[in-house]
């Protein structure tokens, strides 16, 4: 059955490597984000039953399937155009090529992961126009608190991962070798995205997010 269901999955990838992709990453994240938020439960030591916040499981999905993967899906293709060669050099120039984007990348995400809960209040009529000084606080705090730690376990991760995936597996394929590896760093994203801030100056402004999310969940 495994074996079958993995050559069902590889002509996928060979017909539909995009779309086999983004459903992929569909899947992995959610993954991830659920066994994040069960990780969190499990150290609040709580007597209440766990449940999935769906919201903010369709905040880290919408994040992987229409930006994050189609990103580096185009980029490791430009990757092969600009470095066909498996050589030791150009192995080691897209390693790095794929560990500087992340730090934009990373950014990014913080961004994104402060502006959505607004935007999507925005998108419903809940609010007249966006906060955008608040959510330009929060992102800087985030990426101040958490940019460096996520760079350094991206590099701790994805390197290895990634020398041997550019040395050994074709690019269609990619994605299978990579898949497993994302279960984690999804995880890990989620984890990072949700932690409480350092600085006290933007509790009130935590406080209101938390609101915003506790009024979803209702």
């Not at 730090?103 to 809960?117: E, M, Q, R, S």
Request: aromatic fraction near 14%.
């Amino acid at each position: 059955m495994l074996r079958s269901a993995a050559k069902s999955y590889t002509r996928a990838l060979e017909r539909h490597p995009l779309t086999t992709n983004l459903a992929s990453a569909f899947v992995i994240f959610t993954i991830g984000d659920i066994s994040a938020q069960y990780i969190e439960h499990q150290e609040r030591r709580t007597a209440q039953p766990f449940m999935v916040d769906t919201f903010r499981s369709g905040k880290l999905i919408n994040w992987s399937v229409f930006i994050y993967t189609p990103v580096f899906y185009k980029l490791y293709q430009y990757f092969d155009i600009w470095w066909p060669k498996k050589t030791p050099i150009n192995i080691a120039r897209k390693v790095l090529g794929a560990s500087a984007s992340a730090i934009p990348t990373n950014a990014i995400f913080f961004g994104y992961n402060a502006a959505y809960p607004h935007l999507v209040d925005y998108a419903l009529g809940d609010i007249e126009t966006l906060p955008v000084q608040r959510i330009y606080d929060e992102t800087k705090e985030k990426c101040s608190d958490e940019l460096v730690n996520t760079i350094q376990a991206s590099m701790t991760l994805w390197w290895p991962v990634n020398a041997a995936n550019f040395a050994f597996v074709p690019g269609t394929y990619r994605s299978v070798w990579t898949s497993a590896w994302s279960v984690v760093w999804s995880t890990y994203l989620s984890l990072i995205a949700h932690r409480p801030p350092t600085n006290t100056t933007t509790e009130s402004s935590q406080m209101k997010h938390k609101q915003l999310l506790q009024r979803r969940t209702l």
